[in-house]
């Protein structure tokens, strides 16, 4: 194998371990942050501004079911690493399916941790502990490994995009405060960092190898 290929993959498994580890934390300091200060003035004018998109609370239900429960949990991550499978690269099928696993566990540990009360106007059920936003971690989640696995400029614009529609979905409904939204991207995005980080030589071996003879 190319010495410079596999220096230039262990730079790139280290600045995604350092990056993920780094958002992680930044999610428990926000965590702590809004558990202290109980009434954040910024959660609480975007509680109220969102309600005046309210003709919209029809997409954001549906959203409501896409990025969440069981469809979120089960059928994406195994959809995805079906569909990856097929294409003949298990190890990014594997990527996917220990990313959402990982992200879906960073984020029980802080609802568990931090058990932070929802907005009183929520139209959803929801499980108990605002912060961090599941929905919202699926959603960063699901576009850091696309881009790990697809690295095209329009793929991390579609997965930026899908994070903030996300996000916004998920005040919209009042299901979460804003903040909540913010330390849901840092732990989704986090930990598929970290996990990327742990399989980037054999996904990118993987990417190159069917690049090569495609």
């Known amino acids: 194998m190319d010495a410079p ?3 230039e993959r262990l730079t790139t498994a280290l600045q995604r371990l350092v990056t993920g580890v780094l958002l ?10 809004v558990t202290v200060e109980a009434d954040v003035d ?11 998109f309210a003709p ?8 409501n079911f896409l990025g969440g429960g069981w469809f979120a949990t089960f059928v994406i991550p195994l959809g995805g690493a079906a569909a990856l499978w097929a294409l003949r690269r298990p190890w990014g ?7 959402s696993a990982a ?4 984020v029980q540990v802080l609802k568990a941790v931090f058990g932070r009360a929802r ?4 139209i959803v059920v929801s499980d108990h502990g605002s912060f961090p936003s599941g929905h919202t971690a699926n959603a960063a989640t699901i576009a850091v490994v696309a881009v790990v696995l697809f690295p095209r400029v329009w793929v991390a614009v579609v997965g930026g995009a899908w994070v903030f529609v996300m996000a916004f979905s998920r005040t919209q409904v009042h299901a979460h405060w804003f903040s909540d939204t913010v330390g849901g991207a840092l ?28």
């Open 187 to 214: 732990v989704g995005a986090g930990m598929a960092l970290v996990v990327a980080a742990a399989l980037t030589t054999r996904v990118d071996r993987e990417r190159r190898h069917l690049s090569s003879v495609g």
């Open 93 to 99: 099928a594997l990527f996917v399916l220990v990313a």
């Open 24 to 33: 992680v934390a930044a999610a428990v300091v926000l965590g702590i942050l």
């Open 5 to 7: 290929v596999d220096d």
């Open 56 to 63: 919209l609370d029809p997409v954001a239900l549906v959203l």
């Open 42 to 52: 910024l959660d609480d004018w975007w509680n109220g501004v969102v309600s005046l």
């Open 103 to 106: 992200s879906a566990a960073g």
């Open 119 to 122: 907005p009183e106007d929520m």
